[in-house]
């Protein structure tokens, strides 16, 4: 935006705004006299089609001539301090150019929606507050005259803070005894703001540092010299499941928040939030109200409430998953980012940035320090170790000295063979199932894919039923009894006959997490089995109460998708077991190696946490593949040597800037003649290293009835591409139902 960052003493300036609401609208506005606080950063009302509307300034600027003097005033600054700091405006700006979209999309992340919209505020509450206890005589002739006040009065005194809700007192029945007492000096009403704590009424006991082996301790010497230093190169953990880089993670903090300074924990999907938000609030419990989380799945109310404590700085310690990068933390002095290999700290939808860059790139901008954790580290961070942007550090050993879970691979040829198995259990993994079980020991099973069965086939023509408006299978749900389409939601009702032949020879092909569900139950019909989905997981706090539940022992089996692959900790796990590790190796992507592998790996890191050794059993029908070898062994070294001399050769990520363009349209002629238009014009343009793919149908051709054709990217630079390609997008000004997006350093090309 042409004067975003403009000199703000300029006379006469103007106040570009972002209007809340669902339209990126930016509009400028005269600074009346005596409004000298506004700057970047700042909320504002402004007068908008005749009524008001709130908004938060990107600049200041000088009005366009044409408009001098005739610009509509604002009408208000909400806040006296700017909501948005100097440092994540600047990140704004950074990100927006990198990825190539508006800066006003990346304010909206920066400014949660709850913040923004006006109906969500404070919550409060009145209280009854004693101030003077009375004498004996007033306290007898309360006594005696009205009980009533007397209760209240005894139960005020009782309270350490001498004060309750009135709630507590009895609602409206207790607002005139508590007005009576006002008058006699005993007391008095206040309202008192209510934080909306995501926690819920949940306790947590103050849990106490422990003790670290010579690894452990290595780290955090690091780590606390960079926090006190403010060196803000970042540093790369490579943990070994187990190896206890939660408790490094949690020392780091204290140190921190000791030094008056503020602390970033991201995890990279929202079902690690509970489990971290229960260890750093357990141990911070001293400090009430110093750890706030931020995620998508809490209350609007909560999310305004935890956002604005992280403001003030009355919450030090700021948790959640991507988005949380963007939380207002005060004197911020460390990012932590857990398992910082996960593809979700990518975003799939515009802004596209990725959350563990943007780490890297606030801490240097903070001067923090910033730690990167994992045990399966991502290659793009493996690469930078190895050529000194990274500092490597690592953790070789578990933490309770158990050595890593043996690992076996299956290969389902040959077990689909045995008439025994059920095609999903093999016998081997069936049998160890019984003997955890017998033992009362715990166990989870690993599937990536949900629903009951992958597709609904005729065998008579070959017929799958296909979603109306994706060039997808939809699978079939039994719990519905319902086909759904994994993309974008669809559902149908399953038809008796086939649509084709009208055969009723109609076969469930495939299978998924329910499926296997009703499987295990009719195995073991003893066992108490909960499933983790996304189809489960849609009630608040459902996947924190599954978790608690495995936790305290009253599930003997947990079976889900990815969600409980990584991260979590259950010392009673002695068997994993992996379905099908196949899924995700098959796709056309440079990165499905390694997302199998690491995968593989973590899920394999539930098991032998605590005590007793564990065992993970593999079934594939690729056992020979590498990624598979590798997670087998839990080398970790040796697929990155082999994988990064593949990438290498292929040039590939990390060896190169990855994006990818994508043309879309309710027409497929249209989509692919403005892609091939647009392509055309690029490679007159592009510079020769800059390699450009052909333009083709992407790999789902139909998506939300939208037909879609891409074509990649690869450069030595990001900027190369998102400066060229956004400004040729703009230049062509494709029709309404024609769109193209780009999508810098790409994590999925489907």
Same mark, same amino acid.
């Given at each position: ?45 402004? &007068? ?26 604002? /009408? ?9 700091? &100097? ?118 006991? %103050?849990?106490? &540092?422990? !003790? ?46 000791? !030094? ?6 991201? $995890? ?10 229960? /260890? ?38 700021? =948790? ?87 690992? /076996? ?32 020991? %715990?166990? *989870? ?50 038809? /008796? ?8 020879? =109609? ?109 993970? =059993? ?81 790999? *789902? ?23 060229? $390609? ?25």
């Amino acid at each position: 935006m042409q004067g975003l960052f403009a000199d703000e003493s300029l006379s006469g300036r103007a106040a570009r705004v972002l209007v809340d609401g669902l339209n990126d609208m930016v509009l400028d506005y005269a600074i009346p006299p005596g409004m000298d606080g506004v700057t970047r950063g700042s909320r504002v009302e402004v &007068p908008l089609r005749g009524r008001g509307a709130t908004g938060t300034v990107l600049c200041l600027v000088p009005p366009d001539a044409q408009w001098s003097g005739a610009l509509r005033p604002l /009408r208000r600054l909400v806040n006296e301090e700017p909501v948005v700091s &100097p440092v994540l405006m600047d990140l704004a700006e950074w990100a927006a150019r990198y990825y190539a979209v508006p800066v006003e999309q990346m304010i909206r992340c920066i400014v949660p929606e709850p913040v923004r919209q006006e109906r969500h505020e404070e919550k409060t509450r009145k209280v009854a507050v004693l101030t003077n206890w009375p004498d004996d005589d007033k306290l007898n002739k309360i006594n005696s005259r009205a009980p009533r006040q007397a209760h209240i009065l005894r139960y005020l005194h009782q309270t350490t803070e001498k004060h309750a809700p009135l709630a507590d007192l009895g609602g409206t029945a207790a607002l005139n005894p508590c007005r009576a007492l006002e008058k006699h000096g005993c007391g008095r009403k206040e309202e008192e703001n209510r934080h909306r704590d995501p926690a819920g009424e949940e306790i947590f006991a %103050q849990s106490e &540092p422990l !003790q670290l082996n010579d690894e452990q301790d290595a780290v955090l010497k690091a780590v606390l010299a960079a926090t006190d230093a403010g060196d803000s190169k970042p540093m790369l953990l490579q943990g070994v499941t187990g190896s206890g880089k939660t408790e490094v993670y949690l020392q780091a903090a204290q140190h921190a928040m000791e !030094q008056g300074k503020g602390v970033l924990i991201l $995890v990279p999907e929202i079902s690690l939030t509970p489990q971290t938000m229960a /260890r750093f609030k357990s141990r911070f419990a001293a400090h009430q109200g110093s750890v706030a989380i931020l995620h998508s799945a809490m209350s609007d109310g909560e999310r305004f409430d935890e956002w604005h404590s992280i403001r003030r700085g009355t919450a030090r310690i700021a =948790i959640g998953p991507r988005s949380a990068l963007f939380a207002p933390v005060q004197n911020l002095g460390l990012i932590i980012v857990d398992e910082e290999h996960d593809g979700s700290y990518k975003q799939e939808n515009s802004p596209r940035y990725h959350g563990r860059d943007l780490a890297v790139l606030r801490a240097k901008m903070e001067n923090a320090a910033i730690l990167l954790g994992s045990a399966t580290p991502s290659l793009e961070s493996l690469q930078n170790a190895r050529i000194g942007k990274y500092t490597l550090l690592r953790m070789d050993k578990r933490a309770d000295g158990q050595h890593l879970p043996l690992t /076996r691979v299956l290969d389902m040829r040959t077990e689909a063979k045995d008439k025994r198995n059920l095609g999903i259990l093999s016998e081997r993994l069936r049998m160890a199932i019984e003997d955890r079980l017998r033992k009362q020991q %715990q166990v *989870i099973l690993l599937l990536n894919r949900r629903g009951f069965a992958r597709a609904l086939q005729c065998p008579d023509c070959g017929h799958v039923a296909h979603c109306e408006h994706c060039a997808l299978p939809m699978t079939y749900h039994a719990t519905e009894n319902r086909l759904v389409c994994h993309l974008c939601g669809f559902r149908a009702v399953v038809p /008796r006959r086939c649509p084709e032949c009208n055969s009723d020879n =109609i076969l469930l092909e495939g299978y998924g997490t329910q499926k296997v569900e009703a499987v295990l139950r009719r195995c073991f019909p003893q066992a108490r089995l909960q499933r983790v989905d996304a189809d489960v997981t849609t009630r608040k706090n459902a996947l924190r109460d599954i978790l608690n539940d495995f936790r305290a022992g009253r599930t003997d089996i947990l079976l889900g998708t990815q969600m409980i692959a990584k991260g979590l900790d259950f010392p009673r796990v002695t068997l994993v077991g992996v379905l099908n590790a196949d899924l995700g190796l098959n796709i056309p992507d440079p990165r499905a190696a390694e997302r199998t592998f690491q995968l593989l790996t973590q899920v394999a890191g539930r098991a032998g946490r605590g005590e007793l050794d564990g065992e993970v =059993i593999v079934q594939t029908y690729s056992p020979q593949s590498c990624a598979i070898q590798f997670a087998r062994r839990h080398d970790t070294d040796g697929f990155s040597e082999n994988e990064l001399g593949l990438r290498q050769q292929f040039d590939f990520p990390p060896f190169c800037h990855m994006a990818v363009l994508t043309v879309r349209s309710p027409q497929e002629e249209m989509a692919r003649f403005s892609l091939e238009t647009l392509h055309k014009r690029l490679m007159a343009k592009l510079p020769p290293q800059v390699k450009v793919s052909d333009p083709l149908p992407a790999p *789902i051709a139909r998506a939300y009835g939208q037909f879609r054709y891409q074509c990649t990217f690869k450069a030595p630079s990001a900027r190369i591409i998102a400066d060229i $390609v956004s400004a040729e997008i703009t230049a062509m000004q494709f029709g309404e139902d024609i769109i193209a997006t780009l999508d810098i350093d790409a994590y999925s090309f489907m």
